[in-house]
Antibody, heavy 124, light 108 residues
Framework: QVQLVESGGGVVQPGRSLRLSCAASGFTFSSYGMHWVRQAPGKGLEWVAF????????YYADSVKGRLTISRDNSKNTQYLQVNSLRAEDTAVYYCAKDFYGFWSGYYGPGDYWGQGTLVTVSS | EIVMTQSPATLSVSPGERATLSCRAS??????LAWYQQKPGQAPRLLIYGASTRATGIPARFSGSGSGTEFTLTISSLQSEDFAVYYC??????????FGPGTKLEIK
């Protein structure tokens, strides 16, 4: 079965950096795009980044552009999110999600499987 | 950027009754809309994609309709496990893949 396991969260001081990981299993990782979505405490969902199946296409929300870098290692079935210059407003649970559509469809779409999330708290 | 709105913010319904949740897009998203369910402390779960197609394993009491800018999620007969927050998300004009603010479905 599909499993996504995030790691790398924790308490970080403002201005520091953090790298989140998402380990995937149960599907052909290299055939699917992947998303990162975050959720601040008590708030709604915010899509932050997407990476295509081969890593060649990357998209970011304007709110995080320039500070976040999404990447993946298909040999390790893992995607990453590097978050730099952390701010208090980056405090959130960060979820990774598998895109519904495989690369052969030519489409990108919703996340059909999600991890349980990793909490990032930015605080001095 | 497409802005998604949802109404109502909170919906109180009794078990066994029907619930109707609305989602509106600031411009047409065709049928490229998804619905998610999220329970406290859990990750979102995909319910509906393509505005009206149920995801794998989703019970038939969940149905989606609409296209363009107006969408509806209907739960035909509420079960106790259906009380949660529901989000819509467009994946037509991106980035970003915008979510609505959510509708909290609570027990009446």
């Amino acid at each position: 079965q599909v499993q996504l396991v995030e790691s790398g969260g924790g308490v970080v001081q403002p201005g520091r950096s953090l790298r989140l990981s998402c380990a995937a299993s149960g599907f052909t990782f290299s055939s699917y795009g992947m998303h990162w979505v975050r959720q601040a405490p008590g708030k709604g969902l915010e899509w932050v980044a997407f990476i295509s199946h081969d890593g060649n296409n990357k998209y970011y929300a304007d709110s995080v552009k320039g500070r976040l870098t999404i990447s993946r290692d298909n040999s390790k079935n893992t995607q990453y999110l590097q978050v730099n210059s952390l701010r208090a407003e980056d405090t959130a649970v960060y979820y990774c999600a598998k895109d519904f559509y495989g690369f052969w469809s030519g489409y990108y779409g919703p996340g059909d499987y999600w991890g349980q999330g990793t909490l990032v708290t930015v605080s001095s | 950027e497409i802005v998604m709105t949802q109404s109502p913010a909170t919906l109180s319904v009794s078990p066994g009754e029907r619930a109707t949740l609305s989602c509106r897009a600031s411009q047409s998203v065709s049928s490229n809309l998804a619905w998610y369910q999220q329970k406290p402390g859990q990750a979102p779960r995909l319910l509906i994609y393509g505005a009206s197609t149920r995801a794998t394993g989703i019970p038939a009491r969940f149905s989606g309709s609409g296209s363009g800018t107006e969408f509806t999620l209907t739960i035909s007969s509420l079960q106790s496990e259906d009380f949660a927050v529901y989000y819509c998300q467009q994946f037509n004009n991106w980035p970003p893949y915008t979510f609505g603010p959510g509708t909290k479905l609570e027990i009446k």
